[in-house]
């Protein structure tokens, strides 16, 4: 990868300052690339995917939430006529745990998890042994015939109760992470008020619609092991599994194909991915693995159990001095690939949009005996803005001020950006890069009609419905940085192909990296072919997480189609048109003359053949209409929002309702709005399902309860309100030519904040909410409790 | 998740079927009709039936037919032949009120009346429809046939009657009287989940005066039942708004409510309360 | 474990001749044994809707029924619903209006949600919005938040399109 961007483009550059600001495509609403298959049923989700003379593999899973393992007996299973192979912890004893992501946090190492169990279990479904058969249903048949004598042990259940022992001599309080800056036992002393709110998060998750799958082989013309069905980080992890197995990264692939649905969860490296390549490389046979949504529930990551408790100390106008605050996270059985990720995270995020003096925080870090828990769709942010908003609804409540004012009296002002936080997130410098978060809650207030929206409300109280509104305000963050590529080639149809290191889990990155490359280079979208989750045809890339694919892929996208635009205008210029370079321009796919419109220009697959390999290529450059790009940026993006909801409680059953949701989001610039729209909405459901319905329960022993689609309840249409979307585009970032910030976390963040502020609205109890998510039953009792219905 | 092996045996007849039961029974033979609740329970190898006895091909078991002064349901009736009145009266409007309460829609395609009530879910709304209005289940084997009333039908969570050898033929639900009104009302936590709990109320009204008064709960004891304390508080009454409210209370009172980690007794015994009153309110629109 | 059972299914018009254990179910032969896997499979037992088809006109799981009993019915899967690509590959109204209002992101619940609505408009041309809502929560989308499916089986509705290409 030899060529970079031009170096005006670099860290840094306004919007404004944009060489190329032609729109033609970015901004629009148009239809997606990645449709056409998927509603014609030729999606290439990894389950549809086979090859010849394939072996199943299936795992056999602890029944045990913590246990010493006494023995493992397989004999029934290796008598089965069908079986082709039994491994225990003894077989892999050569394969290391696996590696979490390079991190300055130290002493997780001894928290990793083996691909199997060694001589201990330590949640229910924990890998304890895999079977292989030529077909799956058999595979089942023989994995049921596994089974473990184990030592029970007692369970560890709460991350809030003393910790306990994790191994001979090892607690089960990994880390306690602290994070400070400015003096907060001063501001404590001196405040006019120190307001506390105590809360809980429940325990959800992601939970594709795809149950997680892999399919491994060797393809012997080239000695690489090919694997099927991973995406999120497809070359970090192709680096990491290939470490484990013991191969060199280059003999190693991974092809994403299409994937249902990705939320932080699915594409993290988990002990079956591993075991199905190591297997394919073992068996020297195709190995495939697919779950079935039992073990989905059981052994995909958890995330979100988190109790915060924070103490606010206020002046006597109601502006904060400080944050204190305290939290507990549940981190299950195991560290995976993330470490201590989302902790770190919601301890950083956690004052948010607010200007705040001073912030101490001390996060307990601690194992118990559940599925291991990462990241879910805005890690640590779900939880910490749900903790900061309920901390400024106490407050609004002590002070006598409106929910509203109290905010606004908090809010960092549009002249403070960029704003710099004296403390790191993930190893990183916190800068919020832009906003006016005051401009997007008046704004707000027009969209939703909020004086309209209190009268109604009011009058339906007065008739005795318990109605009310609750609203959450949030800080995102995306675009995570620091470097990515692209490469990007014009075939000799004038076809383009982008070829990207993102990953496509469905949120639509092919047809945003199409609009930015088609306006970078003057073709129509529909003809660009966008590249992903492949490891094998771009050296690096950095997936699909964190609401980054946009702002670094997209970055890297447009740099690399700049570079092709300027090659070809030179080359054309000097061999094709007797026009000097700044002459000319590429419109609809055509080398046309800026000076002479009209006349007919020469297309661009015409400029890409004259570039085939010849001499004169060779003394141009290089040869091939073909360039890459890299977008290095240092900072985040902080895209922000509110949400609000309007709900309604049945005091009878103890049911919320939620009747409208809206979310103001500033992205700095939306490349496709009906995309952003989609990916807010989309992230609204699983936030109401967080918020409502979702949790894993577990009961006293440590054996999961919510293991089928009817234990785990996610949102149906029956349940989602309508849902309305106020885009603005008034803080462009400053990090990238576009302003772009980054959609895919927009839409959950705020949930479970306003569903909790709205219900203690309704209900006429401040700070009645503590818990989520708010289940009838729960909600119920809290009324009783409280006296607001008979008991 | 992949069912267990077994071996299939399609029955063209109600005597095949019979038959083909009475042989395979005693080898861990089941019946399958609509298989909405079997097929899951295998998937989740909680049922590992080494025979199936499918009773989808018996003609005679689709039919649904008024036959002296009851509603009779073949074996193989699906819930989707309620979505709208299979009779004038008002027990056909009741059960098309009803259905769209069981599970999904596709799942009402193929799932069956008779099913529901030979799997004894506490949760099925046709089984408490069946407890209230006095079904009588028509058992067949090879043996000859019998008819068990409701009251002798439920023998708690999941379990009936039915013999081993005998297969539910069909169900008889009397037909409501005319001027009878009839309501239903459950809480689940989502459209289409298990209810929390259910009730259906039923009475003949004599001019203002509750008469021949029904109130069956589901979903919160181990099988449904009528509540015969609260009836008699109806009994010969006008339905006013404390009077039912009184016979609510008395549910609420006279209930042994399953209890699980969600779910307390003392909720589902308020929400019993309020599915009786909510009925109510049901058959009164 | 049980031998296999030669049967046929007639799947979008074609005869598969299969051979299959009694335990399979049929949304496994559909996409294993017949090779159609648009009809994709989320839960196995019968929550998510992701395989729903259409049996003899009526959406049904797939998942909850074996192959062995769908011999003699009328199965449509999602890659039925278009035109074939001799006769100009023509996407279904519910196809074309899906694309339109973005109503799917990664794609795994849309060939249920397609069948469902399909099978739905075909039985009840005129459903009215609260009835679909109740039709369209038997399956399950972890994507779009439903808010867009609803807005194109409406829309086809509304053009009286339901069965149509």
Redesign the interface.
């Known amino acids: 990868m030899s060529d970079h961007g031009p170096s005006s483009l670099k860290h840094g550059e306004r919007h404004n300052g944009d060489v190329n600001p032609r729109r033609k495509f970015v901004g629009q609403r148009v239809?997606?690339l990645?449709?056409?298959p998927?509603?014609?049923?030729?999606?290439t989700?990894v389950?549809?995917l086979n090859f010849p003379h394939q072996l199943h593999m299936r795992v056999v899973r602890s029944t045990y939430a913590n246990a010493i393992i006494r023995s493992i007996d397989t004999s029934a299973a290796l008598a089965h006529p069908?079986c082709r192979g039994v491994w225990t912890g003894a077989d892999v004893a050569d394969i290391p745990p696996i590696t979490f992501r390079p991190t300055s946090i130290q002493g997780l190492e001894p928290y990793r998890q083996y691909i199997l169990a060694r001589d201990r279990v330590r949640y229910v479904g924990e890998p304890i042994a895999v079977v292989f058969a030529d077909d799956?249903?058999?595979a089942?048949?023989i994995a049921?015939l596994v089974t473990m004598d184990g030592e029970a042990l007692p369970v560890i259940l709460s991350a809030d109760t003393a910790p306990g022992e994790f191994a001979p001599g090892l607690s089960t309080e990994a880390l306690v992470l602290r994070k400070n800056f400015g003096d907060i036992e001063s501001a404590l002393s001196s405040a006019f008020k120190v307001v506390e709110v105590d809360v809980q998060v429940g325990r959800h998750s992601?939970?594709?619609?795809?149950?997680r799958g892999a399919l491994a082989r060797i393809d012997h013309s080239r000695d690489v092991l090919e694997c099927y069905g991973q995406g999120k980080r497809p070359h970090a992890h192709r680096d990491a599994v290939a470490t484990l197995i013991g191969r060199s990264p280059a003999s190693m692939h991974f092809y994403e194909g299409?994937?249902?649905?990705?939320?932080g969860v699915r594409g993290e490296i988990y002990p079956e991915d591993v075991l199905t390549c190591l297997a394919a490389q073992r068996f020297d046979r195709p190995v495939k693995w697919v779950e079935?949504?039992?073990e989905n529930l059981l052994a995909c990551n958890h995330s979100r159990e988190q109790r915060h408790v924070v103490r606010g100390a206020f002046d006597k106008d109601g502006r904060l001095l400080g944050i204190d605050a305290k939290l507990w996270h549940d981190q299950g059985a195991y560290v995976r690939t993330h470490g201590a990720r989302v902790p770190d995270m919601a301890m950083g995020t956690l004052i948010g949009a607010y200007h705040v003096p001073s912030y101490r925080t001390v996060g307990y870090v601690r194992m118990t005996n559940k599925t291991p828990a990462a990241t879910y769709r805005s890690p640590g942010r779900f939880e910490s803005t749900y903790a900061c908003e309920r901390l400024m609804d106490a407050a609004a409540e002590q002070f006598g001020l409106s929910r509203i004012e109290i905010r606004r009296r908090n809010l960092i002002p549009k002249e403070a950006y960029p704003y710099a936080r004296a403390m790191e997130i993930l190893d990183h410098a916190v800068e919020l890069d832009s906003g006016d978060f005051a401009g997007l809650l008046e704004k707000t207030l027009v969209d939703i009609r909020w004086d309209e929206l209190q009268a109604q409300v009011a009058a339906r109280r007065a008739k005795g419905e318990l109605v009310g509104v609750g609203m959450g305000f949030f800080m995102e963050k995306g675009g995570l940085g620091p470097v990515d590529g692209a490469k990007v080639t014009v075939d000799t149809k004038g076809k383009v192909q982008v070829i990207t290191g993102a990953s496509s889990?469905?949120?639509?990155v092919e047809t945003v990296m199409a609009q930015i490359a088609a306006d970078a280079l003057g073709v129509e979208y529909r003809d660009v072919k966008v590249i992903h989750g492949r490891t094998d045809v771009l050296e690096y890339g950095i997936g699909s997480h964190a609401s980054r694919a946009t702002v670094m892929t997209g970055g890297a996208t447009r740099m690399a189609a700049l570079n092709v635009r300027r090659k070809a205008l030179e080359f054309a210029s000097r061999h094709l048109v007797e026009a000097p370079v700044e002459m000319l321009d590429i419109v609809d796919g055509q080398v046309v003359r800026i000076d002479r419109p009209g006349e007919p220009g020469i297309p661009i697959g015409k400029v890409a053949a004259a570039l085939a390999p010849s001499p004169a290529t060779v003394e141009f450059g290089n040869p091939g209409l073909t360039a890459e790009g890299w977008f290095e940026t240092a900072g985040m993006t902080h895209p922000y929002g509110i949400h609000t909801a309007l709900v309604k409680v049945d005091p009878?059953?103890?049911?919320t309702k939620v009747e409208r949701f809206h979310v103001a989001y500033d992205i700095g610039c939306a490349i496709n709005p009906?995309?952003v729209?989609?990916?807010i909405?989309?992230?609204?459901?699983?936030g109401l399902g967080g918020a409502l319905?979702e949790e894993f329960?577990y009961?006293e022993r440590g054996e999961p309860?919510s293991v089928?689609?009817?234990d785990y309840?996610?949102?149906?249409?029956?349940?989602?309100p309508?849902?309305d979307v106020l885009l603005t585009e008034d803080a462009p970032s400053p990090n990238n030519a576009l302003g772009m910030k980054g959609a895919g976390e927009a839409?959950i963040t705020g949930v479970g904040a306003a569903i909790a502020a709205a219900i203690d609205d309704a209900i006429g109890i401040p700070n009645a909410i503590t818990r989520l998510p708010v289940?009838?039953?729960r909600l119920?009792?809290l009324l009783k409790q409280r006296g607001a219905v008979p008991a | 998740m992949k069912a267990g092996s077994f071996e299939w045996h399609p029955a063209r007849s109600a005597d095949e079927a019979v038959a083909l039961l009475a042989e395979y029974a005693p080898q861990d033979g089941r019946v399958i009709a609509g298989g909405q609740s079997l097929v899951p329970s295998m998937a989740l190898r909680l049922a590992f039936p080494s025979h199936l006895i499918d009773i989808n091909g018996v003609e005679e078991f689709s039919r649904v037919r008024v036959e002296g002064g009851d509603l009779v349901i073949g074996a193989c009736v699906r819930h989707a032949a309620f979505h709208a009145p299979v009779e004038p009266g008002p027990l056909g409007r009741l059960l098309t009120q009803v259905v769209h309460n069981i599970a999904h829609y596709p799942i009402r395609q193929r799932g069956t009346f008779c099913g529901s009530l030979a799997n004894a879910d506490p949760a099925s709304e046709w089984c408490l429809v069946a407890a209230t209005l006095g079904a009588r289940m028509v058992a067949r084997s090879v043996r000859g046939e019998r008819v068990i009333e409701a009251s002798e039908w439920f023998q708690g969570i999941m379990t009936t009657a039915l013999e081993e050898d005998e297969l539910l033929a069909e169900v008889r639900l009397p037909l409501l009287p005319a001027g009878s009104r009839a309501g239903f009302y459950e809480f689940s936590r989502r459209a289409g989940d298990y209810a929390l709990a259910m009730a259906l109320v039923a009475w003949r009204d004599d001019g203002g005066t509750m008469r021949e008064v029904r109130i069956g709960t589901g979903s919160v004891e181990v099988q449904p039942r009528r509540i015969t304390v609260a009836e008699a508080l109806l009994e010969g009454r006008v339905a006013s708004p404390d009077a039912i409210a009184a016979a609510a209370a008395a549910v609420s009172a006279d209930v042994d409510p399953l209890e699980d980690i969600h779910t307390t007794a003392d909720y589902r015994r308020d929400l019993v309360g309020t599915a009786v009153r909510r009925a109510y309110a049901q058959a009164g629109d | 474990m049980a031998s296999k059972m030669a049967i046929t299914l007639n799947v979008n018009g074609t005869e598969h001749e299969i051979r299959v254990e009694p335990r399979k179910t049929l949304s496994d032969a559909l996409r294993g044994e017949c090779g159609l896997t648009g009809t994709n499979v989320g839960c196995e037992h019968g929550v998510c809707g992701a395989c729903t088809v259409l049996m003899d006109g009526a959406p049904v799981r797939s998942c909850l029924m074996f192959a062995v009993q769908a011999q003699g019915r009328e199965l449509r899967t999602v890659e039925g619903l278009a035109a074939s690509s001799k006769d100009g590959g023509k996407l279904h109204a519910l196809q074309q209006a899906f694309i339109d209002n973005h109503a799917l992101q990664c794609g795994f619940c849309t060939s249920g949600f397609l069948m469902l609505a399909a099978g739905t408009l075909e039985q009840q041309p005129d459903i009215d919005d609260e009835s679909l809502r109740e039709v369209l929560s038997s399956n399950l989308c972890r994507c779009t938040g439903y808010q867009n499916i609803l807005r194109a089986v409406r829309q086809v509705r509304d053009a009286g399109q339901g069965g149509a290409r």
């Open positions: 239809t997606r990645e449709d056409p998927l509603v014609t049923g030729r999606g989700y389950g549809n069908g799956p249903y058999v089942e048949d049921d992601g939970v594709p619609m795809e149950n299409h994937i249902g649905g990705g939320f079935d949504r039992r889990i469905g949120q639509g009878d059953t103890g049911e009906m995309l729209e989609g990916q909405v989309g992230g609204v459901a699983q319905f329960v009961d309860l089928t689609f009817a309840l996610m949102p149906t249409a029956n349940e989602m309508p849902v839409g289940t009838p039953q119920k009792a």
